[in-house]
C-alpha cells in the first residue's frame, strides 16, 4: 500500500493524559514546544486531526510564523499544509476555524453518517470531502487517498481514538512527545492511545531517537521511531 511517511506529535502531562478531564483542549505544551510543533508542522504537507477534536475544538491547523510561511512559499509549497479531518459524522462549523483559517486546502474524509445535504455544504465552505466507510472512516483507504493527492509527509495531531487506530494498522513511522511536568488523571481524559489497547505481545514497539529537557518549563520532549511489524 502506498501512503505518506507518518508522524504522531502529542503533548501531554506526565500521567500520558491528552487533556484533562474537561476535555475542552487544555494547554500542555510550553513555549518553546509550541515553537517546535510550528517549526513541524511547517515541514509537512498535510495535518490530521479525528473528529472529536476537529468538532469539540475547531483547531486551526496552519502555522503560526510569518517567517515559516514564507520559506514555505520561497520552497514553492503552500503556505500552510493541507488540513485533514477525520469526522465520522462531519457537522462542522462552516464558518469556524477548520473551514476558514488559512489560506490551506481543507480535506474532510468522513462516512455514510454524513448527509448528502452537509457535503454539499462542506463543499460549498471550500472542502473536498470524500466517503470512506460506512460507521467509521477507513483510515488505510485515507492513507492510500492522501498518497493519491500528494501528500508524502504526513502529521497526526491527535486526539487518543483515532492515533490508536494509526497504531492497531501499524501506520505510524514516527512518535514525537512533549511530556508537561504535571498530573491531569482521571480515567475519562484522553490518552497518548485509546481505543481498545493491546497486549503485550502486540504493543507497538518504540525505538529511542532523542530526550531532551525543555529548560522553560521543565517538560521533556522524546522522539521515537516506531519499529515496522513485518
Ligand atoms: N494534547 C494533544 O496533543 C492533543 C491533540 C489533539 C487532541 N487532544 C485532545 O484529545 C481529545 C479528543 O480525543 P478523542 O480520542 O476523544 O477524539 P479524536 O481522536 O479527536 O476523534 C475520534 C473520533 O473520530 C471519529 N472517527 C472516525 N473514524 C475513526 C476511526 N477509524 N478511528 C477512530 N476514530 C474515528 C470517531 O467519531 P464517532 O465516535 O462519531 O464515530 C471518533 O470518536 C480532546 O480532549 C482534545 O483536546 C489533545
Known sequence: MNRPYTLVNVAMSADGKLDSVA??????????????????????????VGGR??????????VKSKALREERLANGLEENPVKVGIVSQADLKL????????????????TQRTTPDQIARLENAGAQVFVLGEEQVDISAVLESLYDLGIRK???????????????????????????????????APTLADGPGFLR??????????ADEFDDDGGVFIHYMVIRKE
Open 23 to 48: 476535555r475542552k483542549g487544555t494547554t500542555i505544551s510550553s513555549t518553546l514546544d509550541k515553537a517546535r510543533v510550528d517549526r513541524l508542522r511547517a515541514s509537512m504537507d498535510a495535518v490530521l
Open 53 to 62: 477534536t476537529l468538532l469539540d475544538e475547531d483547531p486551526k491547523l496552519t
Open 95 to 110: 464558518a469556524g476555524n477548520f473551514l476558514t483559517v488559512g489560506p490551506a486546502r481543507r480535506l474532510v474524509y468522513t
Open 154 to 188: 504526513l502529521m497526526v495531531e491527535g486526539g487518543g481514538s483515532l492515533i490508536a487506530e494509526f497504531f492497531r494498522l501499524n501506520l505510524v513511522d514516527e512518535l514525537t512527545i512533549y511530556i508537561a511536568p504535571f498530573i491531569f488523571g482521571g480515567g475519562s
Open 201 to 210: 505481545e502486540q504493543a507497538p514497539r518504540l525505538r529511542l531517537g532523542a
